[in-house]
């Protein structure tokens, strides 16, 4: 398939865009730094999960494009493991999709798990993942 023949518009297609890329850092506070002061992303939606124990931002750079910052906040975090031999890295893509339904029947109709239904802020974000291990490497969050 070519870019030409590729029509977003397209009901068919689950995916919309690359909402965003999640960034896992140990330190909250230098990575914000980094990517504010030096590099000019401006600061967006952020939130505290005292459950998971991790605190997320989000980081406009000039068009569209998004970068999530995820950091642990307190020790038996989520991101613990993932952080234990290194500073940080990507953690994981974050997909849009315009049917969140729609896409979980498509993964379901290919035999592709996912786990981690989430509705949040009234059911504007809805979220599932897919783990690395059936994303080529890579956890997909779709949303």
């Known amino acids: 398939m070519s870019i030409q023949e590729f029509d ?16 896992a850092v140990k330190d909250g506070d230098r990575a914000l730094h980094f990517f504010m002061d030096l590099l000019g992303a401006a600061p967006g939606a952020a939130a505290t999960d005292p459950v998971m124990k991790y605190r997320w931002q989000i980081l406009s750079l000039g068009d569209l494009s998004r970068l999530e910052v995820i950091y642990p906040i307190d020790e038996g975090s989520f991101l613990e493991n993932f952080l234990k031999n290194k500073e940080g890295g990507v953690h994981h893509v974050t997909l849009q999709t315009p049917d969140i339904q729609a896409a979980i029947q498509k993964l379901n109709e290919h035999h592709i798990p996912y786990f981690g239904y989430n509705e949040y802020v009234d059911a504007y974000w809805k979220e599932i993942f897919i783990h690395p291990k059936d994303a080529f490497g890579v956890l997909i969050q779709i949303a």
């Open 8 to 23: 977003i518009t397209d009901p068919t297609k689950m995916i919309s865009r690359i909402d965003h890329v999640s960034i």
